[in-house]
């Protein structure tokens, strides 16, 4: 109740403040909140709207599953062995830091403009999000852990399924809450190439024929989808994290 009754509040100073916003800026620039909501719910009744949505929700669930089965298993393997570690290291530390969203057009010309190669684009960018919080989790298990396990005459594979998952599950699921936000971000990009569906065309669409409402409906459902991911990632860091729990 104390988290509804929160985002109630939110909503209503977002409201307001947008509200102000539009009366300041004027409905050419930004339009009201009435306005959008009407449009909103306009849109809603058109099929045209929801294929949209589809695809652009085809797009981050699979580039997100992706991520996951990839990129957190390489990051608990890392973790665990020193050996890996060393020899990978070099190799992140050096494609790390490189913007991926510059890479766009080559992964564009290698998986072309359809739903691969726009997936791929997000792929690349979510897998470092995702492996080096997952390595670090389990580089940071202590050896008392890991050694107590042991002396009980516990295995490697028991070490990783009763030590090192449990105790890198929460580091996952705040990566894949920061992911949620990133992956809505660049996909507004990936969406303005040779893209006839998805929600990135659906606002350069209303953009070019200067339909201001539809612009903000297209902002405000890419942000209502951030935030329904970063929710449905806490709801699941507090099921299977019921030990983590204050």
Same mark, same amino acid.
């Given at each position: 109740?104390?988290?509804?009754?929160?985002?109630?509040?939110?909503?209503?100073?977002?409201?307001?403040?947008?509200?102000?916003?539009?009366?300041?800026?004027?409905?050419?620039?930004?339009?009201?909140?009435?306005?959008?909501?009407?449009?909103?719910?306009?849109?809603?009744? !058109?099929?045209? *709207?929801?294929?949209?949505?589809?695809?652009? @929700? *085809?797009?981050?669930?699979?580039?997100?599953?992706?991520?996951?089965?990839?990129?957190?298993?390489?990051?608990?393997?890392?973790?665990?062995?020193?050996?890996?570690?060393?020899?990978?290291?070099?190799?992140?530390?050096? !494609?790390?830091?490189?913007?991926?969203?510059?890479?766009?057009?080559?992964?564009?010309?290698?998986?072309?403009?359809?739903?691969?190669?726009?997936?791929?684009?997000?792929?690349?960018?979510?897998?470092?999000?995702?492996?080096? !919080?997952?390595?670090?989790?389990?580089?940071?298990?202590?050896?008392?852990?890991?050694?107590?396990?042991?002396?009980?005459?516990?295995?490697?594979?028991?070490? *990783?399924?009763?030590?090192?998952?449990?105790?890198?599950?929460?580091?996952?699921?705040?990566?894949?809450?920061?992911? @949620?936000?990133?992956?809505?971000?660049?996909?507004?990009?990936?969406?303005?190439?040779? !893209?006839?569906?998805?929600?990135? @065309?659906?606002?350069?669409?209303?953009?070019?024929?200067?339909?201001?409402?539809?612009?903000?409906?297209?902002?405000?459902?890419?942000?209502?989808?951030?935030?329904?991911?970063?929710?449905?990632?806490?709801?699941?860091?507090?099921?299977?994290?019921?030990?983590?729990?204050?």
């Amino acid at each position: 109740m104390k988290s509804v009754s929160g985002y109630v509040w939110a909503i209503l100073i977002l409201l307001i403040a947008w509200q102000v916003g539009a009366w300041w800026a004027g409905e050419a620039i930004l339009a009201s909140p009435s306005t959008v909501i009407v449009k909103l719910f306009s849109e809603a009744h !058109t099929g045209r *709207f929801w294929r949209h949505l589809g695809a652009s @929700s *085809f797009r981050i669930f699979a580039a997100l599953l992706i991520s996951f089965v990839t990129a957190v298993p390489v990051g608990l393997a890392l973790g665990s062995s020193r050996r890996a570690d060393r020899f990978a290291r070099p190799l992140i530390y050096l !494609t790390y830091p490189v913007p991926k969203i510059v890479l766009l057009p080559i992964v564009l010309l290698i998986f072309g403009i359809g739903d691969a190669g726009k997936i791929a684009m997000l792929w690349i960018i979510l897998f470092f999000q995702l492996l080096i !919080t997952t390595r670090d989790a389990a580089r940071a298990v202590s050896r008392a852990a890991r050694y107590s396990l042991y002396s009980l005459g516990g295995t490697r594979l028991q070490l *990783f399924r009763h030590v090192i998952w449990p105790s890198c599950l929460p580091a996952v699921f705040t990566a894949l809450r920061i992911a @949620s936000g990133t992956v809505v971000a660049v996909l507004f990009f990936v969406e303005s190439i040779g !893209t006839r569906y998805g929600m990135g @065309s659906y606002i350069l669409d209303a953009w070019g024929r200067s339909d201001i409402p539809q612009i903000y409906v297209g902002i405000v459902v890419l942000a209502l989808v951030g935030v329904l991911l970063y929710e449905t990632f806490d709801v699941l860091e507090r099921l299977f994290c019921r030990w983590n729990q204050l």
